[in-house]
């Protein structure tokens, strides 16, 4: 299992996993009185997931760190703290999971607490969800498309990748540098379906659009 947060190109696995992770969500809903009839309830829809993580960064390399080179703890630090406070759009990711969504960094607490280097860290997530613009044809007032407007800065909804398929590449392989979870190969096979006859071969060369 690998826990990660990517801005764009720009991706953060996290070294140490914390000991559990929840995902918390709510129905939005509101009591009101009905003439004879009493209280009712109304749904107002999903509302937006959270989660806090609880972990820390450490200064050396553990036996039970998930991978080896990560950055040092405050190299750690400063990248979420930029994002936090440029109010990014991140994608948060944990494989062998469903938790593959868009979120915002909501709150970052870090310190010291033994003799070690190791700085622990508190880090809240809050689901980030874009606001949907029907586009309306002049003419005969017909709603023509739907445009993503993202509300804050992060990943540009416009921008479409490709990706030149080199030795060793698999669709796996590709779904996991640019998804962290190569069980998502098929979303790149269903985008290129023109191409690729066979999901297990992809040739060098090819470009590939990354949806």
């Not at 109304?42 to 609880?54: N, P």
Request: aromatic letters at 12%; one cysteine or more.
């Amino acid at each position: 299992m690998e826990m990660w947060l990517r801005q764009a190109n720009d991706a953060f696995r996290f070294p140490i996993l914390p000991t559990s992770f929840e995902i918390s969500g709510n129905i939005n809903t509101s009591t009101t009185n009905v003439l004879k009839l009493g209280e009712v309830v109304v749904c107002g829809g999903m509302g937006l997931r959270t989660t806090e993580i609880s972990s820390f960064f450490p200064s050396k390399q553990y036996h039970f760190c998930n991978y080896k080179d990560f950055p040092q703890p405050y190299d750690c630090v400063n990248k979420i703290k930029n994002w936090m406070e440029q109010g990014l759009i991140l994608r948060y990711i944990i494989t062998e999971t469903d938790v593959n969504m868009e979120v915002i960094i909501e709150n970052f607490k870090h310190g010291k607490q033994d003799g070690t280097n190791d700085v622990y860290f508190t880090l809240s997530l809050k689901e980030y969800k874009r606001i949907q613009i029907p586009s309306v044809n002049s003419s005969d007032g017909k709603i023509e498309a739907v445009k993503n407007v993202p509300i804050t800065k992060g990943f540009e909804t416009g921008k479409q990748k490709t990706h030149k398929v080199g030795k060793g590449d698999s669709l796996w392989s590709l779904a996991k540098k640019y998804y962290g979870n190569g069980d998502l190969w098929k979303k790149i096979y269903d985008a290129n379906k023109k191409l690729i006859k066979n999901p297990d071969t992809i040739k060098d060369g090819w470009v590939l659009i990354i949806p």
